[in-house]
């Protein structure tokens, strides 16, 4: 297996919003988001998949010194073997890749965030620096749209914590930030016991609100000049704010499954922003 079949097959594994949106990228930008992606998803399985803290520590060593080693020249793993041509094809660096590791990291040591520029700092290493070398890939002409990217990463990364709420409570993550929780009443074991009330309902709908204000503000950052190269991540989003709106539509029923579109509906969604650029 090639590493380019190893980070398409990873990809396409993963069933992510992310994969719908490559697909519609010419091949070289394409197969560099798909290794990127790949890079990703293999760094993120390492904190999901990993039971022994120690172990994933240390798998995560491995990593960073993988990332140097690409930069340098010389990666091992598929993974960043696919993506080392776009390293000086799109300007990528080494801090980038570290920031997303280190982010990662986060999830062994921290469990809980005191307050929203906690966790968004959080969300800029898992989140908004990914969204960053994305728009690099995608084809980023405009400095300005750095500042775009990182806040539609934002609003991604708060959209999955919504989705994931009641999954991460059974793994001992809560996200939502601790004075949010006490401000609307929420206890941190009533989202492990899934306990739905008028409080939760209330807390839910105030992180969701958040998240719509931030992906206003992330498309009314984006240059009118990149709107075009950047389509992806627009189509990303409109997936994303669908999924949003569906939680919401539920009644924010998040602590007992993960409610998520279908593979169709979210091929339909990316088509459209990219035949008709209807978000």
Same mark, same amino acid.
């Given at each position: ?24 990228? =010419? ?25 022994? =803290? ?14 140097a080693r690409a930069f340098a020249g010389? =990666?091992?793993? @598929?993974? /960043?073997?696919? #993506? *080392?041509?776009?390293?000086? !094809?799109?300007?990528?660096q080494e801090r980038q890749l570290q !920031? ?16 929203? @520029? ?22 980023q002409e405009h400095e300005a749209t750095?500042?775009? *990217? ?11 914590? &919504? ?24 206890? !941190? ?13 209330? /807390? ?8 719509? %204000?931030?992906?206003?503000?992330? #498309? ?11 389509? @992806?991540? /627009?189509?990303? !989003?409109?997936?994303?704010?669908? /999924? #949003? %709106? ?12 993960? &409610?998520?579109?279908? =593979? #169709? ?15």
């Amino acid at each position: 297996m090639t590493p380019q079949q190893y980070v398409q097959e990873k990809a396409a594994a993963s069933g992510s919003s992310f994969y719908y949106a490559f697909l519609f990228l =010419p091949r070289p930008r394409r197969e560099a988001i798909t290794a990127f992606y790949a890079f990703c998803r293999e760094v993120d399985d390492v904190v999901d998949e990993v039971t022994d =803290p120690a172990v994933a520590q240390a798998k995560l060593g491995w990593w960073q010194t993988e990332v140097a080693r690409a930069f340098a020249g010389d =990666p091992q793993h @598929p993974a /960043l073997r696919a #993506l *080392a041509p776009a390293i000086a !094809a799109y300007g990528l660096q080494e801090r980038q890749l570290q !920031a997303v590791i280190e982010g990662c990291r986060m999830d062994l040591t921290q469990t809980r965030y005191l307050d929203f @520029p906690a966790l968004e700092r959080y969300c800029h290493l898992v989140a908004g620096v990914v969204g960053e070398v994305s728009a690099r890939i995608f084809g980023q002409e405009h400095e300005a749209t750095t500042a775009y *990217a990182h806040k539609l990463g934002l609003a991604f990364q708060l959209t999955n914590i &919504i989705r994931d709420v009641g999954e991460d409570a059974l793994r001992g993550r809560i996200y939502l930030p601790v004075n949010e929780l006490q401000q609307f009443g929420v206890k !941190a074991h009533e989202l492990g016991q899934r306990a739905y009330s008028d409080r939760f309902t209330a /807390l839910m709908r105030f992180q969701a609100e958040r998240a719509h %204000r931030l992906y206003d503000e992330a #498309l009314a950052l984006l240059p009118a000049a990149d709107r075009r190269a950047q389509k @992806p991540g /627009l189509m990303m !989003a409109s997936i994303y704010r669908t /999924l #949003l %709106r569906e939680i919401e539509r539920d009644g924010f029923r998040v602590l007992h499954q993960r &409610i998520a579109l279908t =593979p #169709l509906r979210k091929f339909w969604l990316a088509w459209k922003v990219q035949a008709l650029g209807v978000l």
